[in-house]
């Protein structure tokens, strides 16, 4: 097992700012790509993705408003949401070692998620 620990999310108004955090326990994250995911309906969204070698990616919601960052020696990685909309509310899940090429898909090893509300 190599739990994942979301916290930080909560409430907010629209253009407000959080910052997410997801504490691994176990494997340093210094070995594996990690995402961030959302899901407020059924569907579960892609947000975004930080590659050992530094690459990020993100989803197009979210793009220029997101950051995704590490900190390897605290095995701690981040979500920085800023210029939130209402649209953002979801339960945010971080997530490590992706089981496919795309990273956009499925992981190894999911965190149990946070709330996060954007109120307009």
């Known amino acids: 097992q190599v739990p994942l620990v979301e916290s930080g999310g909560g409430s907010v108004q629209a253009g407000g700012s959080l910052r997410l955090s997801c504490a691994a326990s176990g494997r340093s994250i210094s070995m594996s790509a990690v995402a961030w995911f959302r899901q407020a309906g059924e569907e579960r969204e892609f947000v975004a993705f930080s590659g050992t070698g530094g690459t990020t990616y993100y989803g197009d919601s979210v793009k220029g408003r997101f950051a995704i960052s590490r900190d390897n020696a605290a095995n701690t990685v981040y979500l920085q949401m800023n210029s939130l909309k209402p649209e953002d509310t979801a339960v945010y899940y971080c997530?490590?070692?992706?089981?496919?090429?795309?990273?956009?898909?499925?992981?190894?090893?999911w965190g149990q998620g946070t709330q996060v509300t954007v109120s307009s």
């Open positions: 997530a490590r070692d992706p089981l496919t090429v795309d990273f956009r898909s499925s992981y190894g090893y």
